[in-house]
């Protein structure tokens, strides 16, 4: 299952959690995760709006997509998938795969440091 884990959190935090994988990996452990990090909860919450992760779980569903075949799916608008899209990219939440777009994670967990 391919997981993908969110989080908010400083330049200085994600370099820890590649230090930690990299220690990891260095005595042998198998170390195969993927961690996207966001600098504040407000811009993961714009990034993984409703209608994105619509979008996003319209694409897990239906494989690699067109942008139009996306639109048509969703019943919105082209310009509206488009920059969601592109949105979902930058964040490393989408991948394109052949000129398509593809959401290659089956789970996305968040988690929201208080302190």
Do not use: C
């Not at 959690?17 to 195969?32: L, N, P, S």
């Not at 919105?76 to 991948?95: C, E, F, P, T």
């Not at 394109?96 to 996305?108: H, L, N, T, Y």
Request: without cysteine; positive net charge; glycine residues 8%.
């Amino acid at each position: 299952m391919n997981k993908v884990k969110l989080h908010t959190g400083t330049i200085d935090d994600m370099g820890r959690r590649f230090v930690d994988a990299w220690k990891r990996a260095a005595t042998g452990e198998a170390v195969d995760e993927t961690h996207l990090t966001f600098l504040d909860f407000e811009t993961m919450l714009a990034t993984l709006s409703p209608k994105r992760l619509e979008l996003l779980r319209h694409a897990r569903r239906g494989g690699p997509l067109s942008i139009k075949a996306i639109a048509e799916g969703l019943g919105r608008d082209y310009k509206n998938i488009h920059s969601d899209v592109q949105a979902l990219l930058i964040a490393g939440l989408l991948r394109k795969k052949g000129g398509r777009i593809v959401a290659p994670w089956d789970e996305v967990s968040a988690s929201l440091e208080l302190t």
